[in-house]
Structures are given as structure tokens and as C-alpha cells.
């Protein structure tokens, strides 16, 4: 019954900035692991970023370390990512989803243990 919904999506040259937000309306995320997905036509979906349950340990995929940020807000109701420095390979639609609610490495659980993905939203690098 419930999705997420994000935003923040849009068309930028190479390097530039967008700040992407995940919301699960009516729910604190706090407690649960957040993952940041991107699917791009013609490739699997890949997680692109994770943060853990409790602890908020972030992990980053390696083409995205020191790039790209992700963070919970002060009202724990929202979970962004920050994308600087943007390059054509990381144009794709981009989803979120919550992991279970434990406190463990966000990277220990498989794509398939997220639920109530979101629709995404486009991310467009492009001169």
C-alpha cells in the first residue's frame, strides 16, 4: 500500500549538481535502511547508495565515492542524495526503497529485501 516518492530530478551538463529526496509519506525512515537505485535503459538496476537502519552508516558504489552524498533529514522523514560533479554515466531514472528495519550495513541486504519502490525520477547528463 505504500510507495515512495522522489524528486529533485532533471537535465544538467556535466558537472553540475542535483539533490534528489526520497519521502514515504506518513512514515519515519529512521529506523530503516534507505537505498538509492539507478536504472539506466539497457542495464540492470544498480544501488547506487545506501544508508544503514539506526546508525546511518553510508556506503557508495565506487563510481560514485566522493561524488555523491546521501543523508537523512532532520525530520527523518526524507532521505536525499546529493550528486555533484555529474558525468553522462550517471544519467538513469533514479528510485528508492527501504530495507529492513535492523541495525546492520545497509550493503548486507540484496536489492530484492527493499520494498515500496518509488517511480523515480530522471536524471539526464548531457552537454
Known amino acids: 500500500q505504500r510507495q515512495f516518492v522522489e524528486s529533485g530530478g532533471g537535465s544538467v551538463q556535466p558537472g553540475g549538481s542535483l539533490r534528489l529526496a526520497c519521502t514515504l509519506p506518513?512514515?519515519?525512515?529512521?529506523?530503516?535502511?534507505i537505498g538509492w537505485f539507478r536504472q539506466t535503459p539497457g542495464k540492470e538496476r544498480e544501488r547506487v547508495s545506501c544508508?544503514?537502519?539506526?546508525?546511518?552508516?553510508?556506503y557508495y558504489q565506487d563510481s560514485v565515492k566522493g561524488r555523491f552524498t546521501i543523508s537523512r533529514t532532520d525530520a527523518k522523514d526524507t532521505v536525499n542524495l546529493l550528486m555533484n560533479n555529474l558525468n553522462a554515466e550517471d544519467t538513469g531514472v533514479y528510485s528508492c526503497?527501504?530495507?529492513?528495519?535492523?541495525?546492520?550495513?545497509?550493503?548486507?541486504?540484496?536489492?530484492?529485501?527493499?520494498?515500496?519502490w518509488g517511480l523515480g525520477t530522471q536524471v539526464t547528463v548531457s552537454p
Open positions: 544508508i544503514s537502519s539506526r546508525d546511518d552508516t553510508a
Open positions: 526503497a527501504a530495507g529492513p528495519n535492523i541495525q546492520v550495513a545497509c550493503v548486507m541486504f540484496s536489492e530484492y529485501e527493499y520494498q515500496y
Open positions: 506518513g512514515v519515519t525512515l529512521d529506523a530503516y535502511a
